[in-house]
Structures are given as structure tokens and as C-alpha cells.
């Protein structure tokens, strides 16, 4: 008997583990000098998927993440993560919660004046009483993980820009967090490693059930990993599904911002133009 003819490229099966939401994001606004940045965000994330948040440079999505983790408080609006409004929480109990969570900053964020390990074991330190050994196995582990081994003595200032990226990493992963927030894991990496990055976020997912959520610029990369994705644009959600929907979707946002257009609704800001002439003058 013949069977069904094999299908070229079988498609990632888009994961929703559980309909538990560990991030409910409600009309969230944030302004700086009275310029709107976010302008009533509303988002969830359920337990375990990879999330990816997209959108044009400057659109507000590192300070959409800087929101989440309690570190912008909105000048409206509520953030729930794990079931706590983060912004309502009293130092200790926000404490416990902060274990729970982890952040790959964009910058990567390392303090130049500790080795590469000490930078890793920082949460560590700061949220448990492991004696040193046991701190000192775990850094091993969170490097051999980002394929740093090796690099625990060195300075941030000895190693490369994508390996301070992975060191974040290894430091956002030290604790074993539920969540983890990515701000552009593949910026300034080579495609290999950015494919090794792109491999543990899906790894810690499906794996070990972990919350990704990821903002990226990479598309490749996005369509990749996402199980789900959204798109912001002039401090709002305009878009939201599934790569297969984002990557068929009529919306004229979305399709110039995947196919890296020009020309369509996405401005560029006039003060970058002016930057850009200034540079040519
Ligand atoms: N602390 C701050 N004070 C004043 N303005 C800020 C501050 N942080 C961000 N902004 C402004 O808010 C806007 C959004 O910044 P944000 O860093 O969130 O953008 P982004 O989407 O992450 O951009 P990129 O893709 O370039 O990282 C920008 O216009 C930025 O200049
Ligand atoms: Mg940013």
C-alpha cells in the first residue's frame, strides 16, 4: 500500500504546554518626559512557551521587558508574573520572586570588575546560602552549558562581545529560573553560535519547561524558536499568532517588518534621518 507522500519540510509543531499563564501584562503604559512609549500593552505568557516579542527599533520592547521584571513601573496598568502583581509586592516576597525569573540584558550587563565566574555566581550569592564548592561546580555547569569552560578566570574586558552575550546567559541561568527574558540573545554573535543560543532557549523549553520570552530583530531566528509571537508598534500589540500566521498574515506591519521592506507603515524616525544627513554633510 502506498503511503501518504512525505511532506518536504515538516513544520515544528507549536507547543502550548499548559493554559497556565505565568506573565498577564493589562494595559500597560509607560512614558519618558511625557513622550508615550507604551501605550496600554495587554499580553500573556503561558508556562513554557517560547514568546517572541518583535518590532522596529526604538518601538519599547526592552522597556516593555524592563516592565515585566519590575524594573519600570508603569504609570498605568497592572503586571502579574507567577500569579504576583510585581508591582504591588513588599521587598522580601519580591525577593523570592526575582529567584524565580532570569534576564539576558541586551548589553549583556557584566560587572568588568569580577572574573567571568564570579559574574555567574552573582545570583547565587545573592539568593542562596550554597557554600563556596557548590557555587563554584554550578558556575562550571552554566559555562559548559553556554560552551564557555574554560573562560571562568578570565575578565569580562579578555573575552569577545558574544561571549560576554554568553556569560549573561550563563549568569540569567544560574538559579534554574521558570522564566527567562532574552533581550536579543543572537545580537553581535556569529550564526553558530547564535544557533547554539537558539538551540537552549528551545532545549530549556521543551526539556525542562522553562518560559522563554525572547525579543529579537533576527527573523530567522524568531520563526525558529517562537511558539508564539507578537509585534509592537507605536507602544502597542498590533499583531499576535503563531509563525505559521505571522508568516502568512495580511497586515501590512507585519508583513514589512518580516520581509524587511523599506517602504511601508514603519517609519523611519524623522530625528534618525537628520542623524543620517548630519553624518553625511
Ligand atoms: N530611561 C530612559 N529615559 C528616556 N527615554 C528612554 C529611556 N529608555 C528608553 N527610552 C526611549 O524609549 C524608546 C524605546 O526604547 P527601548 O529601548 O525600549 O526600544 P527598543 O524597542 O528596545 O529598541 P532597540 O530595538 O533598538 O533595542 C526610545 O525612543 C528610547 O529613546
Ligand atoms: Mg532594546
Given at each position: 500500500?502506498?503511503?501518504?507522500?512525505?511532506?518536504?519540510?515538516?513544520?515544528?509543531?507549536?507547543?502550548?504546554?499548559?493554559?497556565?499563564?505565568?506573565?498577564?501584562?493589562?494595559?500597560?503604559?509607560?512614558?519618558?518626559?511625557?513622550?508615550?512609549?507604551l501605550?496600554?500593552?495587554?499580553?500573556?505568557?503561558?508556562?513554557?512557551?517560547?514568546?517572541?516579542?518583535m518590532?522596529?527599533?526604538?518601538?519599547?520592547?526592552?522597556?516593555?521587558?524592563r516592565?515585566?521584571?519590575?524594573?519600570?513601573?508603569p504609570?498605568?496598568?497592572?503586571?502579574?508574573?507567577?500569579?504576583?502583581?510585581?508591582?504591588?509586592?513588599?521587598?522580601?516576597?519580591?525577593?523570592?520572586?526575582?529567584?524565580?525569573?532570569?534576564?539576558?540584558?541586551?548589553?549583556?550587563?557584566?560587572?568588568?570588575?569580577?572574573?567571568?565566574?564570579?559574574?555567574?555566581a552573582?545570583?547565587?550569592?545573592?539568593?542562596?546560602?550554597?557554600?563556596?564548592?557548590i557555587?563554584?561546580?554550578?558556575?562550571?555547569?552554566?559555562?559548559?552549558?553556554?560552551?564557555?569552560?574554560?573562560?571562568?578566570n578570565?575578565?569580562?574586558?579578555q573575552?569577545?562581545g558574544?561571549?560576554?552575550?554568553?556569560?549573561?546567559?550563563?549568569?540569567?541561568?544560574?538559579?534554574?529560573?521558570e522564566?527567562?527574558?532574552?533581550?536579543?540573545?543572537?545580537?553581535?554573535?556569529?550564526?553558530?553560535?547564535?544557533?547554539?543560543?537558539?538551540?537552549?532557549?528551545?532545549?530549556?523549553?521543551?526539556?525542562?519547561?522553562?518560559?522563554?520570552?525572547?525579543?529579537?530583530?533576527?527573523?530567522?531566528?524568531?520563526?525558529?524558536?517562537?511558539?508564539?509571537?507578537?509585534?509592537?508598534?507605536?507602544?502597542?500589540?498590533?499583531a499576535?499568532?503563531?509563525?505559521?500566521?505571522?508568516?502568512?498574515?495580511?497586515?501590512?506591519?507585519?508583513?514589512?517588518?518580516?520581509?524587511?521592506?523599506?517602504?511601508?507603515?514603519?517609519?523611519?524616525?524623522?530625528?534618525?534621518?537628520?542623524?543620517?544627513?548630519?553624518?553625511?554633510?
Amino acid at each position: 500500500m502506498q503511503g501518504a507522500p512525505p511532506q518536504v519540510t515538516a513544520p515544528r509543531k507549536r507547543r502550548r504546554l499548559t493554559d497556565e499563564v505565568v506573565i498577564d501584562v493589562r494595559d500597560v503604559h509607560v512614558s519618558y518626559d511625557e513622550r508615550s512609549i507604551l501605550a496600554g500593552i495587554n499580553l500573556v505568557a503561558y508556562r513554557g512557551e517560547i514568546l517572541v516579542i518583535m518590532g522596529g527599533s526604538g518601538c519599547g520592547k526592552s522597556t516593555l521587558l524592563r516592565s515585566i521584571v519590575g524594573a519600570e513601573e508603569p504609570l498605568k496598568g497592572s503586571v502579574q508574573m507567577l500569579g504576583e502583581e510585581i508591582y504591588k509586592l513588599e521587598e522580601a516576597p519580591l525577593n523570592t520572586l526575582r529567584k524565580r525569573f532570569g534576564i539576558l540584558f541586551q548589553s549583556g550587563a557584566l560587572y568588568n570588575s569580577m572574573s567571568v565566574g564570579e559574574n555567574v555566581a552573582l545570583p547565587l550569592r545573592e539568593h542562596t546560602d550554597l557554600d563556596d564548592e557548590i557555587i563554584r561546580i554550578m558556575v562550571k555547569m552554566k559555562l559548559e552549558l553556554v560552551g564557555l569552560r574554560d573562560f571562568e578566570n578570565l575578565r569580562p574586558a579578555q573575552i569577545s562581545g558574544g561571549m560576554k552575550k554568553r556569560v549573561g546567559l550563563a549568569r540569567a541561568l544560574a538559579l534554574d529560573p521558570e522564566i527567562i527574558f532574552y533581550d536579543e540573545p543572537g545580537a553581535g554573535l556569529d550564526p553558530v553560535v547564535a544557533g547554539v543560543i537558539d538551540k537552549l532557549i528551545m532545549d530549556l523549553s521543551q526539556k525542562v519547561g522553562v518560559t522563554s520570552i525572547v525579543v529579537t530583530h533576527e527573523m530567522g531566528s524568531a520563526f525558529r524558536i517562537a511558539d508564539r509571537m507578537i509585534m509592537l508598534h507605536e507602544g502597542r500589540v498590533v499583531a499576535e499568532g503563531t509563525p505559521e500566521e505571522m508568516r502568512t498574515s495580511t497586515h501590512p506591519l507585519v508583513k514589512q517588518f518580516i520581509n524587511g521592506e523599506p517602504d511601508g507603515p514603519i517609519p523611519l524616525r524623522r530625528s534618525r534621518i537628520d542623524y543620517a544627513e548630519d553624518l553625511l554633510a
